[in-house]
């Protein structure tokens, strides 16, 4: 358990349970020097760790490929379907942007500068 005690401008942090007492800014940099300790210890085991789950001690049937899902049904039927929806979406994409430009051009928000500008003289 942690307690506050405030004297003026310097604020005490009194832990109970380690029977410490430290002014804030120490304690501060004690839990922050605590936490970078913890984090490198939890680092420098993670690659251990993985390295344990990778081999699971070799108790596992091995992948074959009679494992793979074979395909079934008629491949040009569902090329075709999915050709199909593509074309509607890029055939909608293509209409959309036609659209918006014609109605920037028209709107006047835009002039596109088709050709070079007229001398001003």
Do not use: C
Not at 46 to 59: C, F, K, T
Not at 78 to 91: A, E, M, R
């Amino acid at each position: 358990m942690t307690w506050y005690i405030s004297e003026g401008q310097t604020v005490y942090l009194i832990d109970k349970s380690a029977g410490h007492t430290f002014k804030k800014s120490n304690f501060q940099a004690i839990m922050l020097v605590k936490n970078i300790v913890k984090q490198g210890l939890l680092l420098r085991n993670a690659g251990a760790m993985s390295r344990a789950a990778y081999h699971a001690g070799g108790h596992h049937q091995h992948s074959t490929m009679n494992d793979l899902p074979v395909p079934a049904g008629d491949w040009k039927e569902q090329y075709s379907q999915q050709n199909t929806k593509y074309n509607v979406i890029l055939i909608a994409g293509v209409l959309v942007l036609a659209g918006t430009i014609g109605f920037v051009k028209s709107s006047g928000l835009v002039y596109f500068n088709y050709s070079p500008p007229k001398d001003l003289d």
